[in-house]
C-alpha cells in the first residue's frame, strides 16, 4: 500500500513568512512523528500524535512552531516568521499504535520536506 | 535524554564485522534500529524491547541490556549496501511515544 506521504517535498520561503508542510500517514496508523533534521545532522525529535492529541509538545523549538492532527489522519507542521536556523528536512513517520510498555511498533518515514529559509 | 551513539563513524572492508552501541542514562523500555542512506529517509531495522532478547535481521543482529541501559547492533560480514547512517531510537518512558533518536553512526563499507 501507499507509504507516508509529505507535501512539499521542497519548499523554499522568505525569512519572515509563514510555512505550512503537511503529512499523511499510513492509513490505520494512530500514532505519528515530526522530526527534523538538519544537514548532516541526527533527527531532533519534534512532537508526536497518538490520534489527534499530541501528549508532548516539550521537543517544539520555540512558540512559533505548531502542529495539529484531524481525523486521526493528516497533520500539518506550521512554522510563523520562518528563520534561517529552521532550514532543514523536516520528517513525519507514522505507526501502529502506542502501547503501554513502549512503542513495538516500527516507525514508516516519508521522504520529507527539505525547507529553505532564504 | 538523548542516547549516545559510539563511535560517531566507522570505515569497513566487505565481509569485515562492525558493532554500534547506543548508551543511555534513563531506564531503556525499547530501542529501535533505523538506517538511512544518503538523501533517503530511515528505514526500520529492528526493535528490541525489555527482556535482553537478541533480534536478527538478515546478517544484521542486535541485543538489548536493561541493567547497562545500553544497545548494540551487530552487522556481521559486512556489505556494500550496509553502507549508511544507522540511528537508535529510545522511549523515555513506558507510557510514552517520545521517541529520542541519538546523533547516528556513520557507516561506510568500502570493496
Known amino acids: 500500500g501507499a507509504g507516508v506521504s509529505q507535501s512539499p517535498s521542497n519548499k523554499v520561503t522568505e525569512k519572515g513568512k509563514d510555512v505550512e508542510l503537511r503529512c499523511d500517514p499510513i492509513?490505520?496508523?494512530?500514532?505519528l512523528y515530526w522530526y527534523r533534521q538538519s544537514l548532516g545532522q541526527g533527527l531532533e525529535f519534534l512532537i508526536y500524535f497518538q490520534g489527534n492529541s499530541a501528549p508532548d509538545k516539550s521537543g517544539l523549538p520555540s512558540d512559533r512552531f505548531s502542529a495539529e492532527r484531524t481525523g486521526g489522519s493528516v497533520s500539518t507542521l506550521t512554522i510563523q516568521r520562518t528563520q534561517q536556523e529552521d532550514s532543514a528536512v523536516y520528517l513525519c513517520?507514522?505507526?501502529?499504535?502506542?502501547?503501554?510498555?513502549?512503542?513495538?511498533?516500527?516507525?514508516?518515514f516519508g521522504n520529507g520536506t527539505r525547507l529553505t529559509v532564504t | 535524554q538523548q542516547p549516545v551513539q559510539s563511535p560517531q563513524a566507522v570505515i569497513l572492508r566487505e565481509g569485515e564485522d562492525a558493532v554500534i552501541n547506543c548508551s543511555s542514562s534513563k531506564a531503556l523500555y525499547s530501542v529501535h534500529w533505523y538506517r538511512q542512506k544518503h538523501g533517503e529517509a530511515p528505514v526500520f531495522l529492528m526493535i528490541?524491547?525489555?527482556?535482553?532478547e537478541q533480534k536478527g535481521h538478515e546478517k544484521i543482529s542486535a541485543s538489548f541490556n536493561e541493567k547497562k541501559q545500553q544497545s548494540s547492533l551487530y552487522l556481521t560480514a559486512s556489505q556494500l549496501s550496509y553502507s549508511g547512517t544507522y540511528f537508535c531510537g529510545t522511549l523515555l518512558g513506558s507510557n510514552t511515544g517520545k521517541l529520542i533518536f541519538g546523533q547516528g553512526t556513520t557507516l561506510q563499507v568500502k570493496p
Open positions: 492509513s490505520g496508523h494512530t500514532a
Open positions: 513517520a507514522s505507526s501502529l499504535a502506542i502501547r503501554r510498555g513502549g512503542t513495538n511498533s516500527p516507525l514508516h
Open positions: 528490541l524491547l525489555k527482556g535482553g
